[in-house]
């Protein structure tokens, strides 16, 4: 991990550590990117700006992953003050949680294994009070609840409203968000 940190190969490459090597993350998909900027804004309606990040890494434990980036993160109160002052944004093992962790599924089913298999399991293992999985392709999102130390988790499609325990105004529908990716 230590040297994972002060990595810096001269260019804007992202990367995640998975089994010890680095693992170059993809470009995003145009949708993936418009939904996130999407739900950026929403939150923002709801919960102060600085407690919302793009680009925070998280570290995790795990059989595969130790470095994951999520595409939206909401901050818990500690987890932001823990952040404060430091030269990277990542959230070490021993600083708290954040409080909510996005990502928005790329086609492919690599892509939807470390969705919902291994980074289901990594936020668990790291006590992330929810998990949301925003599949394009399946028109549909998981949020997952960590509950006694494991996610429960709930599918919303269509025209339902997501229900958020962090973000318990949010009142928006899988077929909200998912209509604003095709804009």
Same mark, same amino acid.
């Given at each position: 991990?230590?040297e994972?940190? !002060?990595y %810096? =190969? ?6 995640? #550590? ?7 993350? &993809? ?11 999407? #739900? ?15 680009? !925070?890494?998280v ?12 595409? #939206? ?20 093992r021993?600083?708290?949680p &954040?409080? #909510?962790? @996005?990502?928005? @599924?790329? &086609? $492919?089913?690599?892509?939807? %294994? ?12 790291? $006590? ?5 999985i ?5 028109q549909?999102? !998981?949020?997952c ?6 996610y429960? =988790? !709930?599918?919303?499609?269509? %025209?339902? &409203? ?6 318990? =105004? ?14």
């Amino acid at each position: 991990m230590e040297e994972y940190l !002060t990595y %810096d =190969d001269g260019t804007d490459t992202r990367y995640e #550590l998975v089994d010890g090597e680095l693992v170059e993350m &993809p470009v995003e998909s145009q949708i993936n990117l418009s939904i996130v900027k999407y #739900l950026l804004f929403e939150f923002a309606k709801h919960l102060p700006i600085a407690l919302l990040a793009t680009m !925070t890494e998280v570290e995790v434990s795990g059989k595969r992953a130790k470095s994951r980036v999520p595409d #939206l993160m909401i901050h818990s109160e500690e987890s932001h003050a823990a952040l404060s002052g430091g030269k990277r944004a990542i959230l070490l093992r021993d600083m708290p949680p &954040p409080a #909510l962790v @996005v990502e928005v @599924v790329s &086609p $492919g089913q690599e892509n939807r %294994d470390r969705d919902y298999r291994f980074k289901h399991t990594e936020y668990a293992a790291r $006590g992330i009070a929810e998990y949301w999985i925003i599949d394009p392709e399946m028109q549909q999102v !998981t949020v997952c609840l960590w509950v006694n130390g494991q996610y429960e =988790d !709930t599918v919303y499609q269509g %025209d339902t &409203p997501i229900q958020s325990t962090v973000v318990p =105004d949010f009142a928006l529908s899988v077929a909200q968000i998912l209509a604003f990716g095709q804009n």
